[in-house]
């Protein structure tokens, strides 16, 4: 009994390693929502890992009190209508809290309105050019300009993008950020939203390999705090 235990126990332990160890391979994301994603996963991964453990234990519970090397004889009862009611509601409900966290957690991540800045992103051949709207007035910067190359966003807000392409699929992807990219179409307009909460600069490249350009195609955040952002927007 001793040893079934202890293999038990060192199955169980190591199992859990390479959970505990997920979270800390992903990369840090500068973002308050991907961390809130990841809490959501991780949450969810917890609760079917306690479901299983309860049906497993009972599973064997059963197998162990009710084998017939004990003589046992078999209990003759009726149904219950309320254990089976409420083994039928406990999943239900179960699936119903856990589509309102899912739900709340897409809301949040697909506000348009809470936008505090708009950025139309145009994806070429040459590189990709933006276009701003800041309190109702939109502007783009010259081309050649550090701001045509460079995505200058404020550092802590939420930044509504607009996708289009002229040329071939591309893959607009920055690493740090919160999300996995998005594919630009030509004629094609997508949208998504992204928000750094640390100034810096943020780094991506273009994912589908489409020639030896465009595959190395490169593109680049940069979040300022809000004094500095407020002053290139005047300039």
């Given at each position: 009994?001793?040893?079934?235990?202890?293999?038990?126990?060192?199955?169980?332990?190591?199992?859990?390693?390479?959970?505990?160890?997920?979270?800390?391979?992903?990369?840090?994301?500068?973002?308050?929502?991907?961390?809130?994603?990841?809490?959501?996963?991780?949450?969810?991964?917890?609760?079917?890992?306690?479901?299983?453990?309860?049906?497993?234990?009972?599973?064997?519970?059963?197998?162990?009190?009710?084998?017939?090397?004990?003589?046992?004889?078999?209990?003759a009862f009726d149904e219950n209508a309320a254990m089976e009611s409420l083994w039928?509601?406990?999943?239900?409900?179960?699936?119903?809290?856990?589509?309102?966290?899912?739900?709340?957690?897409?809301?949040?991540?697909?506000?348009?309105?809470?936008?505090?800045?708009?950025?139309?992103?145009?994806?070429?051949?040459?590189?990709?050019?933006?276009?701003?709207?800041?309190?109702?007035?939109?502007?783009?910067?010259?081309?050649?300009?550090?701001?045509?190359?460079?995505?200058?966003?404020?550092?802590?807000?939420?930044?509504?993008?607009?996708?289009?392409?002229?040329?071939?699929?591309?893959?607009?992807?920055?690493?740090?950020?919160?999300?996995g990219g998005v594919n630009t179409v030509a004629e094609v307009s997508h949208e998504?939203?992204?928000?750094?909460?640390?100034?810096?600069?943020?780094?991506?490249?273009?994912?589908?390999?489409?020639?030896?350009?465009?595959?190395?195609?490169?593109?680049?955040v940069d979040a300022r705090i809000e004094n500095e952002y407020a002053q290139w927007?005047?300039?």
């Open positions: 009994m001793n040893k079934a235990r202890d293999r038990l126990w060192t199955f169980f332990t190591s199992a859990a390693w390479p959970v505990a160890g997920i979270a800390a391979d992903g990369p840090q994301e500068m973002s308050r929502v991907s961390p809130d994603r990841v809490d959501l996963h991780f949450f969810m991964l917890w609760i079917c890992l306690a479901i299983g453990l309860v049906v497993f234990a009972l599973m064997f519970y059963s197998f162990y009190h009710h084998r017939q090397l004990r003589d046992g004889s078999a209990t039928a509601l406990i999943p239900f409900a179960i699936l119903i809290g856990t589509a309102m966290l899912a739900v709340r957690q897409m809301m949040s991540t697909g506000d348009q309105l809470a936008a505090d800045v708009s950025v139309t992103v145009t994806v070429d051949q040459c590189g990709g050019g933006y276009g701003y709207v800041v309190d109702g007035v939109t502007f783009a910067p010259e081309d050649g300009s550090v701001a045509g190359q460079v995505m200058i966003i404020p550092a802590g807000r939420k930044v509504w993008l607009s996708f289009s392409a002229s040329a071939v699929s591309h893959m607009w992807s920055v690493s740090g950020l919160d999300w998504s939203w992204l928000r750094a909460d640390k100034p810096g600069i943020y780094r991506g490249q273009c994912s589908p390999a489409n020639g030896t350009v465009d595959g190395i195609k490169s593109f680049v927007v005047k300039t």
